[in-house]
């Protein structure tokens, strides 16, 4: 038996959790989209982010300190 069990166990749950939640999520049109993009431009960019709440978590992570980003991800995994 692993000690990393209860982590990980808490983390597939919040993962799984997130699926359902359609501000987190985007369909595969949307993906489709952002592929098709990507594929298209002129210019690539290295990155696509395809949801407003991603969006919205890249920018929380390059704002924050990184203790303070470890605990908002500890806290939203329900990790202990």
Avoid: F, Q
Avoid at 43 to 65: C, K, N, W
Avoid at 67 to 80: A, F
């Amino acid at each position: 038996d692993s000690p990393y069990r209860a982590p990980i166990d808490a983390l597939e749950k919040a993962i799984m959790a997130n699926y359902g939640n359609r501000a987190m999520t985007a369909g595969p049109e949307r993906v489709a989209r952002t592929i098709e993009e990507a594929l298209t431009a002129n210019r690539p960019r290295s990155r696509y982010v395809v949801t407003a709440a991603a969006r919205a978590l890249i920018t929380v992570r390059a704002t924050s300190p990184g203790k303070l980003w470890d605990r908002v991800v500890k806290t939203s995994m329900r990790l202990p």
